[in-house]
């Protein structure tokens, strides 16, 4: 059955291939969560017996098992790569270094050293082939494979500067620069034009031309494949910024961030300021005489679903979710662009002119998602959308949601990532858990800290807009275990939830194993998941495997010279790590003592 007759299309992309703005009616909480019986509360002191008697506990510094899967050489290569991560001359000359290592070794010997050193660290190999060994020798051990083709164009700083300006910028505001008043956040800023920098864990995109974008189509297509038939269950991992022009994410997240903003305005004059995001409600008979006509009409047939009405039934409320909701299907793309005044109460459009071409541009960014989404399902892999600037970010997560409404009915195929680093995590994390309740879809979940802090701040006060980010790491943990809690809490109450913790804080995943013996969450239940990078924290990773848990790691892969930039951020991020925790090479340190000490210098994992 096409995407057509099963939701109302969004933007009628193609006949048969596009994401959807659902205007679906929403079943309650209440329908989806009754109260519990005596008979239901029974069970769940019972399981909370069993899980008590049966709790789960990992010794993380036993190194015999946390390194079962490394020969002798690959934990000195570890060791030596990452105490050379830890000097900072190192790693602030690092491309410098290694452009003179090519030129000194050629680069056939060049590349040989890499594969010994760095990039046999960090990644699995140059194509889907190479990486099998890789992928297959973890695969033995009980660790998944996320796929990601880690290659990155190699711009200068002028050039990728004056590729974001010309594709964040739309026609009407080249012609008329300022008349239609967007807001800083959402306007491209030459400034912070090149979004590698101050990025030390994401790679970076730049909009080149439509052709370009449908190569990182096929390119993502292949890595679908590869996961399909390389390892079991497997994830891919794709960024909406390489399939289509930035412009339509900005427009797109200022609309849904001006829309929320209303809400929060109107929900103010009626004293629900300060209250949990899912806790406000609107009183629309109240609303009549602060919104004009036109946004009263679209409340009337969207919300109330009936004909135009001058004023509202008593005790008609709306929450944030059904705000969402007049957000909707239109003829085309560009009509969902429209905001409300604030000071009027009227629907205005974004931009003073919309091209034909830029509204084609927008189909086929839909297409391509919708694309990759179909091949996910059709190869038995997840797809796990990367989170993104916080000026791209609510286009991201409105774009992923529509394609978990579609994907995700029967299993988590598609899932979101949500970075606890920004002061508004909690609350988007909450609305899209309620949301899948409401539909009835299965919720999915990356949990990341972030990657983009020292960007988004610096932008922010650059700029003058608020700063998105927590105020300190100690913040960030708080969102982050607030926003675990909550899906787990989920999974232990609906089974639909699923959630991956992408972390490397040994804190952070002992909460997590606490919290799931805290609730019965049986690692068999496979709704939680643990990810690491390739080459960074396996006294984590396999030791969590071998006790069962659904671990997979980040496997970048790419030829030498393309993955470089990818090499560059690893050696930046260890620095970070190594200064701070010096845990990992302490524990290589007293695995590869072991093995000198007990005869064991020629150990090869079993495989």
Request: hydrophobic share 35%; proline share 3%.
């Amino acid at each position: 059955m096409s995407l057509r007759k099963t939701l109302p299309a969004f933007g009628r992309a193609t006949l048969d291939r596009s994401l959807v703005i659902s205007t679906r009616r929403h079943r309650s909480v209440q329908a989806l969560h009754p109260t519990k019986t005596n008979t239901e509360d029974e069970s769940v002191d019972s399981r909370e017996h069993v899980s008590y008697s049966n709790k789960i506990s990992i010794d993380f510094e036993q190194t015999k098992e946390a390194y079962k899967s490394k020969d002798t050489l690959e934990l000195l290569r570890s060791l030596v790569v990452f105490k050379l991560c830890s000097y900072d001359i190192l790693v602030d000359k690092n491309k410098e270094i290694m452009n003179l290592s090519r030129k000194l070794l050629g680069q056939n010997m060049f590349e040989q050293f890499m594969k010994m050193t760095f990039y046999g660290q960090f990644v699995a190999g140059e194509d889907h082939q190479s990486i099998r060994p890789v992928v297959q020798k973890n695969q033995a051990y009980g660790v998944g494979a996320v796929l990601d083709y880690s290659v990155e164009e190699d711009l200068s700083q002028e050039e990728a500067e004056r590729k974001e300006m010309e594709s964040c910028m739309s026609a009407s505001e080249k012609e008329s620069p300022g008349a239609d008043h967007r807001e800083k956040k959402f306007t491209a800023h030459r400034k912070f034009g090149d979004r590698r920098e101050g990025v030390t864990s994401a790679r970076t995109y730049f909009y080149a031309d439509e052709a370009k974008c449908d190569q990182h189509m096929e390119t993502f297509l292949k890595c679908i494949k590869a996961s399909g038939g390389s390892s079991e269950d497997g994830f891919s991992a794709i960024k909406m910024t390489a399939l289509g022009r930035p412009q339509f994410l900005l427009q797109f997240s200022e609309v849904l961030v001006k829309w929320r903003r209303f809400f929060s305005f109107l929900a103010a004059k009626q004293g629900k300021d300060g209250v949990e995001v899912l806790e406000q409600k609107l009183d629309l008979e109240q609303l009549q005489v602060r919104i004009g006509f036109k946004l009263r009409n679209i409340i009337c047939d969207k919300l109330l679903k009936r004909e135009c009405c001058i004023l509202f039934v008593p005790q008609s409320m709306v929450d944030m979710l059904d705000w969402n909701r007049l957000i909707d299907e239109r003829t085309k793309i560009s009509d969902l662009l429209v905001v409300p005044n604030l000071q009027t109460g009227e629907l205005e459009p974004l931009l003073s002119k919309f091209t034909e071409e830029e509204e084609r541009q927008m189909k086929r960014m839909l297409q391509r998602l919708d694309v990759l989404a179909k091949h996910a399902v059709e190869n038995g892999v997840r797809l796990m959308v990367d989170a993104e600037q916080t000026y791209f970010q609510p286009a991201i997560s409105r774009l992923t949601v529509e394609m978990k409404r579609i994907f995700n009915r029967d299993k988590a195929v598609v899932f979101n990532t949500y970075q606890c680093y920004l002061k508004e995590a909690f609350d988007n994390v909450s609305m899209d858990v309620e949301l899948s309740r409401r539909e009835g879809w299965c919720f999915g979940a990356k949990l990341v800290r972030g990657a983009y802090m020292y960007q988004e701040r610096s932008r922010a006060a650059e700029i003058g807009y608020d700063d998105p980010i927590n105020p300190d790491y100690e913040s960030t943990n708080r969102m982050y275990h607030r926003c675990l809690d909550y899906v787990l809490e989920e999974i232990e109450q609906n089974k639909k939830a699923n959630v991956m913790v992408a972390s490397h804080n040994i804190d952070t995943v002992k909460h997590t194993l606490r919290r799931m013996n805290e609730m019965g969450l049986a690692p068999t239940d496979k709704k939680v998941y643990f990810g690491q990078l390739l080459g960074m924290c396996d006294q984590i990773s396999f030791p969590l495997a071998q006790a069962g848990f659904p671990v997979y790691k980040y496997v970048p892969y790419g030829p030498v010279n393309e993955v470089i930039p990818y090499l560059s951020r690893r050696a930046q991020e260890n620095r970070g790590i190594m200064k701070g925790v010096q845990m990992e090479r302490e524990l290589l340190w007293k695995e590869l003592m072991r093995r000198l000490t007990s005869g064991e210098v020629f150990y090869t994992p079993a495989v």
